[in-house]
């Protein structure tokens, strides 16, 4: 009997630190969770922040535009009105309103491109719900929306995506991923004011097993990792620069690409030899759209 309450005192003991596990992990998940939402409104404030500095040029540029038009549009009145103004002279001033206008019309257009760029990207980050999206025009958002952070490094970004590359995913996370992705390397794989390059490469295969993935391809040519950092490289808070890099960016974009898209992620890296980093996604069809639908939305 004896035996028999003790092996019912241990079942009880093991079940209630099995709960109070559960009841951690959960805790844990909640918090990884907030500080992934916490890194991804820091990423578009900071995106905001440098297109409203990115503005002030163009913006700049229009005021002097429409300044010097007021002038040049005065010194007409005023000459034709005193009978002073001869025919070349109205050709020139003519010409000069031309040039203005279309000085400020390109600078507009520039205006325009960022603001919306940033807007596409902010809707894409707040996007939890899976949807096709177009691979390289998300792409191309997200880069036209961090030019004012890249136009200050002398690192140069290219793409190799083909136009008709549609796939259907969860465009936040898609945008999160590449922003930390380029974020990170900016920050740890170059020295300021250092020449690089990086690439972003995205297609379409199949594997194996005849499933059809999403494999991007995200390769610098920096410095490149050691063992150790490689090692440790996906784990939170680690980071090779204290107080410059939090130390998020590739758990950030480990936790998006295995639990919340269910893909792989592999990283190529060696001392002065660059990185690359290898995610593959699988493509969802079907009746899986509508289960992940669901799924998102608590059904």
Do not use: C, W
Request: overall charge negative.
């Amino acid at each position: 009997m004896k035996k028999n309450e003790r092996l019912k005192k241990m079942v009880d003991e093991l079940n209630e630190m099995n709960n109070e596990l559960e009841a951690a992990f959960n805790e844990l998940k909640e918090a990884q969770s907030k500080i992934i939402n916490s890194e991804k409104m820091a990423a578009l404030g900071k995106m905001m922040v440098n297109i409203a500095h990115d503005v002030n040029t163009p913006a700049g540029v229009i005021y002097s535009s429409l300044t010097e038009v007021e002038h040049t549009l005065n010194d007409l009145k005023n000459k034709f009105f005193s009978e002073e103004l001869t025919e070349s002279e109205f050709l020139d001033k003519v010409d000069v309103l031309y040039q203005l206008t279309e000085i400020m019309t390109r600078n507009i257009r520039r205006i325009i491109d960022l603001v919306q760029s940033l807007k596409r990207v902010a809707i894409s980050e707040m996007v939890e719900n899976y949807s096709s999206v177009n691979l390289k025009v998300l792409v191309e958002d997200v880069l036209r929306a961090m030019y004012p952070k890249l136009r200050k490094s002398n690192v140069k970004i290219y793409t190799e995506i083909p136009n008709d590359l549609v796939v259907y995913s969860i465009p936040g996370a898609l945008a999160q991923i590449l922003i930390n992705l380029i974020d990170n390397a900016l920050v740890h794989a170059f020295d300021e004011n250092e020449e690089g390059t990086m690439l972003i490469k995205a297609e379409k295969i199949v594997t194996d097993e005849g499933k059809e993935v999403i494999k991007i391809t995200f390769t610098d040519n920096g410095k490149g990792m050691d063992e150790k950092t490689k090692k440790h490289a996906f784990e939170p808070f680690f980071t090779t620069k204290p107080g410059v890099g939090s130390g998020l960016g590739l758990s950030i974009v480990y936790t998006l690409v295995v639990e919340k898209l269910g893909g792989e992620i592999d990283l190529e890296s060696s001392p002065a030899t660059g990185t690359k980093i290898i995610i593959t996604i699988p493509e969802k069809k079907g009746d899986e759209h509508d289960e992940q639908s669901d799924k998102n939305s608590g059904k």
